[in-house]
């Protein structure tokens, strides 16, 4: 057996102690629990005065099959929603074009107009939970669904809360559901921070995410580098806008993966909280606390749950859990067993709320504000993963930008993700089920399965929604929608006139696409 290593290769000690620790980490490192550096936890008494929120991501088929898995789990105790919506969706597709027809509903719910998101939360009182939504390139229309469906329960703009993902650098680096190039993407994004500066301010307008860079396989130090290295890119195109810092930069959130290496995870989120705070402080000279301190949800490690014994994904997902937990989350979801097979049943997503429920309220862990603050291990890996995911900042800075350092972080995450697998296919790694530990369970049998008629369906419905509307309305809007976009002017308030004109995500998309282009991604070989 190899001695154990971190997962950016670095050499783990078998003990730590007092001389692994920097001398001045009380004054400088450690700080006080919703104080700067923010190392121990973005509020005083975190878990004490109020839980995580319990944010467990669903989304399939039509709005309405997804409205009743929402109410499902909202009476199961989960905290607040998040939205996973399907492919054509997050690409900017409506359900009846042909490049989307084999696509819709399939890994989240099919989204195409205000009537559809008015079904995705019938019955849920949009004032009274909070709604987290995984979109990125449509991310201001879905938004401005949302803002819609609200006024038409009666609720105004100025209390909703929530967030949209929003964020279109991760997916050029790691995960492909771009639309158009970056330079646009940049500004429906800026256009985003700024309509809710003014209208929506209590929602996160974006949710900057390593999430989906570790799914693709880098390391924690990567994971951490590169997504605070987006959130610089995002902060200068903030600023380049005309935004000033203290005013957005409390709207801005994360969002991180919680993988299995506990004590290592832990150390990470700890890290990702200092490097940043310091940055907004000393780079942009933020003052406001809110604009410092680094708020991140976390989701399990989806790309470790195996399809081989699925159940003791169960055990995974609680360590991962368990880490996100101790590192200080403000919202948590946790993978169910099944998700190496198909979309989650029922059962296996309430054993997974289950998992934080009793993390909750049974483990002790948010009894204590940073139960593992001080530790000598966990300081020791928390310097290091600051120290190292710096050193990456530099390097893209020297690059010229996340933007322009898209290629490098590519490689970075190529090599990390080819050096994990050789090490499960040498067995210096072990996976539990897979590579060790081995039998010949048949698959369970009852997995969850999407209509395959909802595709048709859904196509046929959006086509009578354009059909009873208003033409000259609709028409009025995209044209409007056009003019900003050859122009400068912020386009969300164009977006919003035209959902309430009834047109259709699609739509919206096909009118930018004809302005902005659509990216195409340089092949290297």
Same mark, same amino acid.
């Not at 993966?257 to 990702?272: D, G, M, S």
């Given at each position: 057996m190899t001695d154990p290593e971190t997962s950016w290769?670095?050499?783990?000690?078998?003990?730590? *102690?007092?001389?692994?620790? /920097?001398?001045?980490?009380?004054?400088? &490192?450690?700080?006080?629990?919703?104080?700067?550096?923010?190392?121990?936890?973005?509020?005083?008494?975190?878990?004490?005065?109020?839980?995580?929120?319990?944010?467990?991501?669903? *989304?399939?088929?039509?709005? /309405?099959?997804?409205?009743?898995?929402? &109410?499902?789990l909202l009476d199961q105790g989960q905290t607040g929603l998040s939205v996973a919506f399907d492919l054509p969706t997050q690409m900017g597709y409506d359900p009846d074009a042909a490049i989307a027809r084999s696509e819709v509903g399939k890994v989240g719910v099919s989204i195409a107009s205000l009537e559809d998101m008015q079904d995705l939360f019938e019955g849920i009182p949009l004032d009274r939970v909070s709604t987290s939504m995984t979109i990125n390139a449509t991310a201001s229309i879905l938004l401005a669904l949302y803002v819609a469906t609200a006024r038409r329960q009666g609720v105004a703009a100025e209390r909703l809360a929530g967030t949209v993902q929003n964020d279109i650098l991760k997916e050029y680096i790691a995960r492909g559901t771009y639309i158009f190039p970056p330079a646009p993407s940049m500004r429906l994004i800026t256009d985003t921070f700024a309509y809710c500066k003014d209208r929506v301010p209590r929602w996160n307008t974006i949710s900057i995410s390593g999430y989906h860079m570790r799914e693709a396989g880098c390391t924690a130090v990567q994971e951490v580098a590169f997504t605070l290295a987006n959130g610089i890119a995002y902060v200068e195109a903030a600023r380049v806008a005309g935004l000033t810092v203290d005013e957005f930069a409390p709207q801005l959130s994360f969002f991180f993966n919680a993988h299995n290496a506990l004590i290592e995870e832990v150390a990470k989120f700890r890290a990702a909280r200092r490097l940043w705070a310091r940055i907004m402080r000393d780079r942009f000279g933020a003052r406001d606390p809110r604009a410092l301190a680094l708020r991140f949800h976390a989701q399990t490690a989806g790309s470790m749950l195996t399809a081989q014994q699925p159940e003791n994904n169960i055990v995974r997902v609680t360590v991962q859990a368990l880490a996100a937990v101790l590192g200080g989350c403000q919202s948590l979801h946790t993978n169910s067993m099944d998700e190496a097979l198909a979309l989650p049943t029922e059962r296996a997503v309430r054993i997974a709320l289950r998992t934080q429920q009793i993390l909750a309220h049974e483990s002790g862990v948010a009894d204590i504000v940073d139960p593992l603050g001080g530790a000598f291990a966990i300081e020791r890996l928390t310097d290091d993963i600051e120290e190292a995911a710096l050193t990456y900042i530099r390097k893209i800075d020297e690059l010229?930008?996340?933007?322009?350092?898209?290629?490098?972080?590519?490689?970075?995450?190529?090599?990390?993700?080819?050096r994990y697998q050789r090490e499960v296919e040498d067995k210096a790694r072990i996976v539990v089920g897979v590579n060790e530990h081995v039998t010949d369970d048949a698959p369970p049998g009852n997995l969850f399965q999407v209509d395959p008629a909802v595709g048709a369906a859904l196509a046929e419905k959006v086509a009578r929604y354009r059909a009873a509307r208003g033409r000259d309305a609709a028409q009025r809007a995209l044209d409007a929608l056009e003019t900003t976009a050859r122009g400068r002017e912020n386009l969300v308030p164009r977006i919003v006139d035209a959902v309430e004109a009834a047109v259709t995500l699609g739509e919206i998309c096909d009118r930018l696409r004809g302005?902005?282009?659509v990216h195409q991604p340089s092949v290297t070989f």
């Amino acid at each position: 057996m190899t001695d154990p290593e971190t997962s950016w290769g670095a050499p783990l000690d078998p003990v730590f *102690g007092p001389h692994h620790v /920097a001398a001045d980490r009380d004054e400088e &490192r450690l700080g006080q629990p919703g104080e700067f550096p923010f190392t121990r936890g973005v509020h005083p008494e975190m878990y004490r005065r109020r839980l995580w929120t319990m944010r467990q991501y669903a *989304g399939f088929g039509s709005a /309405a099959e997804t409205n009743k898995r929402y &109410r499902f789990l909202l009476d199961q105790g989960q905290t607040g929603l998040s939205v996973a919506f399907d492919l054509p969706t997050q690409m900017g597709y409506d359900p009846d074009a042909a490049i989307a027809r084999s696509e819709v509903g399939k890994v989240g719910v099919s989204i195409a107009s205000l009537e559809d998101m008015q079904d995705l939360f019938e019955g849920i009182p949009l004032d009274r939970v909070s709604t987290s939504m995984t979109i990125n390139a449509t991310a201001s229309i879905l938004l401005a669904l949302y803002v819609a469906t609200a006024r038409r329960q009666g609720v105004a703009a100025e209390r909703l809360a929530g967030t949209v993902q929003n964020d279109i650098l991760k997916e050029y680096i790691a995960r492909g559901t771009y639309i158009f190039p970056p330079a646009p993407s940049m500004r429906l994004i800026t256009d985003t921070f700024a309509y809710c500066k003014d209208r929506v301010p209590r929602w996160n307008t974006i949710s900057i995410s390593g999430y989906h860079m570790r799914e693709a396989g880098c390391t924690a130090v990567q994971e951490v580098a590169f997504t605070l290295a987006n959130g610089i890119a995002y902060v200068e195109a903030a600023r380049v806008a005309g935004l000033t810092v203290d005013e957005f930069a409390p709207q801005l959130s994360f969002f991180f993966n919680a993988h299995n290496a506990l004590i290592e995870e832990v150390a990470k989120f700890r890290a990702a909280r200092r490097l940043w705070a310091r940055i907004m402080r000393d780079r942009f000279g933020a003052r406001d606390p809110r604009a410092l301190a680094l708020r991140f949800h976390a989701q399990t490690a989806g790309s470790m749950l195996t399809a081989q014994q699925p159940e003791n994904n169960i055990v995974r997902v609680t360590v991962q859990a368990l880490a996100a937990v101790l590192g200080g989350c403000q919202s948590l979801h946790t993978n169910s067993m099944d998700e190496a097979l198909a979309l989650p049943t029922e059962r296996a997503v309430r054993i997974a709320l289950r998992t934080q429920q009793i993390l909750a309220h049974e483990s002790g862990v948010a009894d204590i504000v940073d139960p593992l603050g001080g530790a000598f291990a966990i300081e020791r890996l928390t310097d290091d993963i600051e120290e190292a995911a710096l050193t990456y900042i530099r390097k893209i800075d020297e690059l010229g930008g996340a933007v322009r350092a898209i290629p490098f972080m590519q490689r970075e995450i190529q090599d990390a993700a080819y050096r994990y697998q050789r090490e499960v296919e040498d067995k210096a790694r072990i996976v539990v089920g897979v590579n060790e530990h081995v039998t010949d369970d048949a698959p369970p049998g009852n997995l969850f399965q999407v209509d395959p008629a909802v595709g048709a369906a859904l196509a046929e419905k959006v086509a009578r929604y354009r059909a009873a509307r208003g033409r000259d309305a609709a028409q009025r809007a995209l044209d409007a929608l056009e003019t900003t976009a050859r122009g400068r002017e912020n386009l969300v308030p164009r977006i919003v006139d035209a959902v309430e004109a009834a047109v259709t995500l699609g739509e919206i998309c096909d009118r930018l696409r004809g302005v902005f282009g659509v990216h195409q991604p340089s092949v290297t070989f």
